[in-house]
């Protein structure tokens, strides 16, 4: 069983950065692939950037490329989401999730933190 803990959410203006943190129990922790996902109200939720166990392979969503950067921490258990240049459409609750497989789908994970709150005001 894995448990994730996301922290860093917050209220930020646009073209503000905030780096969200996702704790994980568990010693597979390395073993897995981290992603992280966000859902805005009244929308599905989304695919924002995937990180192999490893940290050498990235994937980011058209929509935060260039402005996120996923990253890892193995010996810390911790994966982040730095996010520069904030946009008011960045709004969402942010999840951290992580799995076995490197996914974009939120199918592909069987682990789930609680989620935090971005907001950007314009």
């Known amino acids: 069983q894995v448990q994730l803990v996301e922290s860093g959410g917050g209220l930020v203006q646009a073209g503000g950065s905030l780096r969200l943190s996702c704790a994980a129990s568990?010693?597979?922790?390395?073993?897995?692939?981290m992603a992280w996902f966000r859902q805005a109200p009244g929308k599905e939720r989304e695919f924002v950037a995937v990180?192999?166990?490893?940290?050498?392979?990235?994937t980011y969503a058209d929509s935060v490329r260039g402005r996120f950067t996923i990253s890892r921490e193995n010996t810390k258990n911790t994966a982040y989401l730095l996010m520069n240049n904030l946009k008011p459409e960045d709004t969402a609750v942010y999840y951290c999730?992580?799995?076995?497989?490197?996914?974009?789908?939120?199918?592909?994970?069987?682990?789930w933190g609680q989620g935090t709150q971005v907001s950007v005001s314009s």
């Open positions: 568990g010693r597979t922790f390395r073993n897995y692939a």
């Open positions: 999730a992580g799995g076995p497989a490197y996914s974009v789908r939120p199918d592909g994970y069987a682990y």
């Open positions: 990180i192999s166990g490893s940290g050498a392979t990235t």
